[in-house]
């Protein structure tokens, strides 16, 4: 299994401004994934996280808006930039459970409010 | 990715036998069937997974027909600790893990006393 910590766990943000978001796990894994999820609403993949190469955004997100780093095999953070209201959201950080197992896992998630 | 179809939510009262049907229609042979666990200001938990036939572990048990077209959750005996929204993923994953999940809407199981 693996634990995941993110900070802030909430946090309460002024338009136009940014928030980094940060995910530590307590073991190394290879990718890592950032998602969204919506109030009320289901989860939506951001992008995937491998450590030593640019992140890979799925259709909808783009690197200026979610600048994500990977700097090491435990750690990753995701950047809201220029936010809007329309960025309320959780972002949740989660690993896979490595070689040959297909269960991930999740953080607690950052609940966002942009007002 | 097999498109996942879900009842929207469903109740329930304690000490009963719930289950959650999911359709997936156009799995294809190397997906495995997934289901996770959300309660409010958490993320999902994984709970079960199978290929087919019935696989079963200390919270649930999880049905998968011949044909693999839909799935069936089961949760024995449920409380109210088990409200929360229930997601059925099916996917094939790289030999090193997820490649990232893609979630349907999930059925908000809703549990009375």
């Known amino acids: 299994s693996a634990v995941i910590s993110q900070k802030p766990s909430r946090d309460i943000c002024q338009r136009g401004t940014s928030l980094t978001i940060q995910c530590q796990v307590d073991s190394q894994v290879t990718m890592m994934f950032w998602y969204r999820q919506q109030p009320g609403q289901s989860l939506t993949l951001i992008a995937t996280a491998n450590q030593g190469s640019e992140a890979t955004y799925e259709s909808g997100f783009v690197i200026d808006k979610f600048p994500i780093s990977r700097p090491n095999l435990t750690f990753s953070t995701l950047t809201v930039s220029n936010m809007s209201p329309e960025d309320s959201s959780i972002y949740l950080c989660s690993v896979d459970a490595g070689q040959g197992n297909t269960e991930a896992f999740f953080g607690q998630g950052t609940r966002l409010t942009v007002v | 990715l097999a498109k996942t179809t879900q009842p929207i939510s469903m109740d329930s009262y304690e000490g009963q036998e719930v289950n959650i049907t999911c359709s997936h229609n156009?799995?294809?042979?190397?997906?495995?069937i997934t289901w996770y666990q959300q309660f409010p200001s958490q993320g999902p938990r994984f709970i079960i997974q199978?290929?087919?036939t019935k696989v079963t572990n200390e919270v649930a048990s999880l049905f998968i027909p011949a044909d693999r077209k839909s799935s069936t959750l089961s949760l024995p005996r449920v409380s109210l600790s088990d409200t929360a929204v229930y997601y059925c993923?099916?996917?094939?994953?790289?030999?090193?893990?997820?490649?990232?999940?893609?979630f349907g809407k999930g059925t908000h199981l809703i549990i009375q006393p």
């Open positions: 156009n799995i294809a042979t190397n997906d495995y």
């Open positions: 993923l099916v996917g094939s994953y790289s030999g090193g893990g997820a490649d990232g999940l893609t």
């Open positions: 199978g290929y087919k």
